[in-house]
């Protein structure tokens, strides 16, 4: 796990994160996952900010998109802690690639692109392989307790057809499976 508790900082919650690397902090509240979105400034602001190297807006703006960031992770990969893992990843590549954000497409759009690649790139290099084999109840119990949180909309999401065909073959798979005593 990238993440390391900091139990010595007294101003930090138990449930806050701090990952260091390549000389940024990216702020990681895995309590209260769900606030408001829009507190501060705008997305825009803080992007033209981060684009020109202010860390704080940096922070800022990946900590305002980290909890839809990890709903989307939870949808895909179903376990929490490897959900976690994969959005400190995809985080870490969001902060590293904002440089290069050219604005052809929404900020949000651009994040989610990041997202979802991210989690087929772990998939395809065996992630499913080393994730623990669990029973469908279980599974189904899993999803029960996930969040609906701010899912993107399906209809304003350029996906390519090839991920859309996938997803719906997964999800017709998993439903007959779950039907099956």
Not at 25 to 47: K, Q, Y
Request: net charge neutral.
């Amino acid at each position: 796990m990238i993440c390391s508790r900091r139990a010595d900082n007294p101003g930090m919650s138990t449930t806050q994160a701090l990952t260091r690397r390549s000389g940024a902090t990216i702020l990681v509240a895995m309590a209260g996952a769900f606030a408001s979105a829009e507190s501060g400034p705008p997305d825009e602001d803080l992007l033209a900010a981060a684009r020109s190297g202010d860390r704080e807006a940096s922070e800022q703006l990946l900590a305002r998109h980290q909890p839809w960031i990890l709903n989307i992770a939870r949808r895909m990969l179903w376990w929490k802690d490897d959900a976690e893992d994969a959005t400190q990843e995809i985080l870490i590549k969001i902060w590293k690639a904002l440089p290069g954000y050219r604005g052809e497409s929404a900020f949000r759009t651009w994040l989610y692109r990041i997202a979802v690649n991210h989690i087929l790139d772990m998939r395809r290099r065996g992630w499913d392989v080393a994730s623990p084999r669990r029973s469908f109840d279980e599974r189904t119990r899993l999803l029960a307790d996930m969040p609906d949180g701010d899912l993107p909309d399906p209809r304003t999401v350029p996906v390519p057809i090839e991920i859309l065909v996938r997803e719906a073959g997964i999800a017709c798979t998993t439903g007959v499976l779950l039907c099956l005593d």
